[in-house]
């Protein structure tokens, strides 16, 4: 699944559970944009629409490696994760 990065810890006693709708924050890079650039530019991201993104965990509404990264995380938790293409 996903490899996560903690960069900002989360309270480590809420976590969601399948059907769940969690409310995230999410920028999405190429792995090319990401070696080729000292700036990367993300190809998707819900902070620059300012908007907070939700889906319902475990119902398929995301990509398999997102399902798998917000399950572990607890609240106010912030990732960097990296989602390999099998899970994308």
Sequence with gaps: GAQLKTLKP???TNFPAK???CSVHYEAFTE???RSSKDPEP???????????QFRLGAGQVIEGMDDAVSS???G???E???PHEYA
């Design 81 to 83: 994760a990296t989602i």
């Design 10 to 12: 989360g309270d480590i």
């Design 43 to 53: 190809f998707d991201s819900s902070r620059s629409r300012g908007q907070l993104f």
């Design 19 to 21: 059907g769940d709708t």
């Design 73 to 75: 995380m607890s609240v």
């Design 32 to 34: 090319d944009e990401i």
């Design 77 to 79: 938790q912030e990732v």
